[in-house]
């Protein structure tokens, strides 16, 4: 397949270099198998936590498990995994300090692990395990290079960190006019203005102030993955697109997936009104008749809009639900009639 074989290159190797190759692979055998060992036991912890629910249980499972076999894939060390106490930038141009995800001028000290990031997403992209970040104790000070208990200024060099600082998160962020409250009820950090918002309790989430009473209720909606890119939206920096169904996704995901689909892709309702298309499909249908040997097959459909089940003409392409005139149907079957 054009290409070096390797498979006997360890025979031409020098006694050193066999040497060598054999305790790099012992190393690595070893560390493989701690590594196993500690996701087994992470595994076991979560299958045995009676506080969690079947659902989060799997969830938690699944990430343990995607971050374990992404792992091994990851590019080499930055800088700050190679040197902690080395500086990081935001805006290395500019001279902003922080990482690609936060402007700040402190790294935090996982509790987890005892190891230095920049931020708590920094860690999880880096480590096999998630951050508990309202855990951290400590903080580290990009200037004077002082490990310290988390602040909004440096106790040592009196420099403040962030123009935004939650305790209660140890969230830092130095972004100018940016917004951000702390929510109590999401027990996070939310931008934008609290003003703007309010907290739903069924949902569990911040919405907009336009949807109070005006959407519809899912209990712990935005506590799952999105169904396009599959990454938990509840803690996600992403802002969140909410449908009239109820389910929600990645505003970014929303925009992409729309260009080519209309409907909901947790429970396949119409994410818009689509009146108008419809009416289209109306004269599409009615344009092109089909052959006469099926004008004597009836098709038993159910709508994904009104949830109502309804008979209709066999159609190739197309069945209207005769109790809303939505196009969103499913065909269940289909029967030649006398």
């Given at each position: 397949m054009g290409g070096v074989d390797t498979r006997l290159s360890a025979f031409h190797q020098t006694?050193?270099?066999?040497?060598?190759?054999?305790?790099s692979s012992s190393s690595s055998m070893s560390s493989s198998s701690s590594s196993d060992v500690d996701l087994r036991k992470r595994i076991r912890e979560i299958y045995q936590d009676s506080s969690l629910d079947?659902?989060?249980?799997?969830?938690?499972?699944?990430r343990l498990m995607t971050a374990s076999a992404s792992q091994a894939s990851k590019p080499e060390p930055e800088a700050w995994m190679v040197d902690p106490h080395e500086k990081t930038y935001h805006d290395k141009g500019q001279k902003i300090?922080?990482?690609?995800?936060?402007?700040?001028?402190?790294?935090?000290?996982?509790?987890?692990?005892?190891?230095?990031?920049?931020?708590?997403?920094?860690?999880d992209e880096s480590k096999?395990?998630?951050?508990?970040?309202?855990?951290?104790?400590?903080?580290?000070?990009?200037?004077?290079?002082?490990?310290?208990?988390?602040?909004k200024v440096c106790g040592e060099c009196n420099t403040e960190m962030a123009r935004y600082y939650c305790d209660k998160c140890k969230l830092w962020d130095d972004q100018p006019n940016q917004s951000i409250f702390h929510c109590d009820e999401c027990g996070i950090c939310r931008t934008g203005n609290p003003e703007d918002y309010f907290h739903c309790a069924t949902c569990n989430v911040c919405m907009t102030i336009s949807m109070k009473d005006n959407h519809k209720c899912i209990e712990r909606s935005l506590e799952s993955d999105c169904p396009i890119c599959?990454?938990?939206?509840?803690?996600?920096r992403t802002a969140i697109a909410f449908l009239p169904c109820g389910h929600c996704l990645h505003r970014s995901c929303y925009t992409a997936y729309s260009q080519t689909a209309y409907k909901c892709p947790t429970c396949l309702k119409s994410m818009t009104d689509m009146s108008h298309y419809f009416q289209f499909l109306d004269r599409?249908?009615?344009?092109?008749?089909?052959?006469?040997?099926?004008?004597?097959?009836?098709?038993?459909?159910?709508?994904?809009?009104?949830?109502?089940?309804?008979?209709t003409r066999y159609h190739f392409f197309h069945h209207k639900c005769t109790h809303c005139s939505s196009y969103n149907t499913i065909v269940l079957q289909t029967d030649k009639v006398a």
């Open positions: 006694s050193s270099s066999s040497s060598l190759c054999r305790r079947s659902q989060t249980k799997a969830r938690k499972i699944q300090l922080g990482c690609v995800h936060y402007a700040r001028k402190a790294k935090i000290q996982a509790a987890c692990c005892n190891e230095i990031f920049p931020c708590r997403i920094c860690h096999d395990h998630p951050i508990v970040w309202h855990e951290t104790k400590s903080m580290l000070c990009m200037l004077c290079n002082t490990l310290q208990s988390p602040a599959g990454e938990y939206m509840f803690t996600s599409e249908v009615a344009q092109q008749p089909m052959p006469k040997e099926y004008s004597h097959y009836i098709s038993r459909i159910f709508c994904n809009d009104c949830e109502m089940r309804s008979d």
